[in-house]
Structures are given as C-alpha cells and as structure tokens.
C-alpha cells in the first residue's frame, strides 16, 4: 500500500501480521532502509538481537512491554 511507501506523519499505524520471524527480517530488508524500527517485546531476546545483527535503519528503538495476567493479579 502507498502507506507503506511514504514517511507517515500522523495517526496512523499500518501492522502486518507474519507467521514467522524471518519473514520479518525479509520484508524489512526488501525495502528501503527504514528512518527508525520499533521493537516490543523482551529486552533480552534474540528477535531483538536478530533485528539489530540482520537489519539496517537509521534508529532502533526499543518498548518492553509487560503483559499480566488476570489471574496473577488475585
């Protein structure tokens, strides 16, 4: 999509849903070097590890991201 293609200033957030992590690698490098990639997830994680080693953009910033569960929380 043309959203994909052009630096977004604005609400919006396009997500695409893969099924595997390496795919993730491959769309990311198919395209133009990105001004800044956005990993959630871990801190310590080797998804995280594999973005920084297999992939180039101008910035990498890093969100942990704590999910509790209802049941943990009684």
């Known amino acids: 999509s043309d959203l994909m293609k052009e630096e977004i200033f604005g609400p919006i957030l396009q997500i695409l849903e893969f099924s595997q992590f390496d795919e993730v690698i491959a769309e990311i490098n198919r395209r133009p070097k990105p001004l800044a990639l956005y990993y959630f997830g871990p801190l310590l994680s080797s998804h995280k590890q594999r973005l920084i080693?297999?992939?180039?953009?101008?910035?990498?910033?890093?969100?942990?991201?704590n999910f509790e569960r209802e049941s943990e929380r009684k």
């Open 53 to 65: 080693n297999e992939t180039s953009s101008g910035g990498m910033f890093t969100y942990f991201i």
